[in-house]
T-cell receptor, first 110, second 111 residues
């Protein structure tokens, strides 16, 4: 987990609310990634950014938004449009041949 | 789905035994990587094998790659209770800067 922090570790949200997950890295990586992990499943890519002020949709971007105003930071907003947001969210930075992951945020919608 | 498939989904062994898990993928690749995830934590990169390599070793880990069958295997020798975790393969393909992750194998090593 070294070098990448995610907060909070646990997050509870009521239906209809937007919520923002934080991801910060001090590894000086250009690229950052957001993944979603559901129980017993692998990781699915939500959004990624290769450079400041630029980002691309991943495989499951609907209902999510991101920003990349600083190299160190890549926050993810889970909007009320995301129909099933309860999941474990992982942020990563690095390159396509090696990614470094944060400890994750577990989001539960009540 | 673009996700790779791993088997078995779950594996239980005794300490000292070897653990083998397999990964199959669907598209052309530049490299294949294996990651480890302890319960409720982030993933940790273990090893990378390039598409022109057939076998690679790192400590107690041995990875093989067969691009003709689009498959890879991860062997952990002389397993320890601390090896208990989920293991994921991930492929890096040509013309893409994204990784595609497999569904994972949950390994339980009993002392």
């Amino acid at each position: 987990d070294g070098g990448i922090t995610q907060s909070p570790k646990y997050l509870f949200r009521k239906e209809g609310q937007n919520v923002t997950l934080s991801c910060e890295q001090n590894l000086n990586h250009d690229a950052m990634y957001w993944y979603r992990q559901d129980p017993g499943q692998g990781l699915r890519l939500i959004y990624y950014s290769q450079i400041v002020n630029d980002f691309q949709k991943g495989d499951i971007a609907e209902g999510y938004s991101v920003s990349r105003e600083k190299k160190e930071s890549f926050p993810l907003t889970v909007t009320s449009a995301q129909k099933n947001p309860t999941a474990f969210y992982l942020c990563a930075s690095g390159r396509v041949n090696e990614q470094f992951f944060g400890p994750g945020t577990r989001l539960t919608v009540l | 789905s673009q996700q790779g498939e791993e088997d078995p989904q779950a594996l239980s062994i005794q300490e000292g035994e070897n653990a083998t898990m397999n990964c199959s993928y669907k598209t052309s690749i530049n490299n294949l990587q294996w990651y480890r995830q302890n319960s409720g934590r982030g993933l940790v990169h273990l090893i990378l094998i390039r598409s022109n390599e057939r076998e690679k070793h790192s400590g107690r880990l041995r990875v093989t790659l067969d691009t003709s069958k689009k498959s890879s295997s991860l062997l952990i020798t002389a397993s320890r209770a601390a090896d208990t975790a989920s293991y994921f393969c991930a492929t890096g393909g040509p013309n893409t800067d994204k990784l595609i992750f497999g569904t994972g194998t949950r390994l339980q090593v009993f002392p």
